[in-house]
């Protein structure tokens, strides 16, 4: 079956810049997760969604970062004003129990 | 969330079985064993994930010792397609928690021909 898929896979912007990123989880999984990797690093956990309770943001570095989930669908992350600190590679899981599903990830370049 | 240590790195020869040792010595009673690794340039994949039991799948083996204390994954026969970073990671239910993953720096696998 179709696995949790992210858009766009690269993407280069200008500091600044606003930019979004994309998340399709696997189809009836109610959890879904963002994480960021720098380079060289382990993954960050930054926000949580669980069906239609409040999301965990605890993760979240600072107010420039956002995310939305429409029910148990798509989710995009947000990020205003980026940052070269900003730069690694986004991460999105699904679960429908315990267990996460990756997607393949959008590495972002903040020039 | 309980802590883990994980060697930095290891080799492997093609063919032969890949033991990956994990100590998670402050696990608590309700966490779980989670292996998830990490090929270059990809998502996490998830491997494979115990709690007390050992466990098998068609991926790998995982042995947890009685005491919970430590745990060792086993790839039977390894290939230069597993080839990648392995992470250990202890997590309890999500039940009445985020559940989310907290990851290490996990054992880079070289598995040379």
């Known amino acids: 079956g179709a696995g949790v898929s992210q858009s766009p896979s690269n993407k280069v912007t200008e500091k600044g810049k606003d930019v979004e990123l994309r998340c399709d989880p696997i189809s009836g999984h109610t959890a879904l997760y963002w994480y960021r990797q720098r380079l060289g690093q382990g993954l960050e956990f930054l926000i949580y969604?669980?069906?239609?309770?409040?999301?965990?943001k605890s993760g979240l570095p600072s107010d420039r970062f956002s995310a939305e989930r429409t029910g148990e669908s798509v989710s995009t992350l947000t990020i205003q004003r980026t940052q070269q600190e900003d730069s690694a590679v986004y991460l999105c899981a699904s679960s429908y129990r315990e267990t996460q599903y990756f997607g393949p990830g959008t590495r972002l370049l903040v020039l | 969330d309980a802590k883990t240590t994980q060697p930095t790195s290891m080799d492997c020869a093609e063919g032969r079985a890949a033991n990956l040792p994990c100590n998670h010595s402050?696990?608590?009673?309700?966490?779980?064993v989670y292996w998830y690794r990490q090929i270059h340039s990809q998502g996490p994949q998830y491997i494979i994930h115990g709690l007390k039991n050992n466990e098998t799948n068609e991926m790998a083996s995982l042995i947890i010792t009685e005491d919970r204390k430590s745990s060792t994954l086993i790839l039977p026969h390894a290939t230069l397609r597993d080839t990648a970073v392995y992470y250990c990671?202890?997590?309890?239910?999500?039940?009445?928690?985020?559940?989310?993953?907290?990851f290490g720096q996990g054992t880079t696998l070289q598995v040379k021909p």
């Open positions: 990671i202890v997590r309890g239910t999500i039940l009445g928690n985020t559940g989310k993953l907290i």
């Open positions: 969604f669980q069906g239609n309770s409040a999301p965990d």
């Open positions: 402050t696990i608590s009673g309700n966490e779980y």
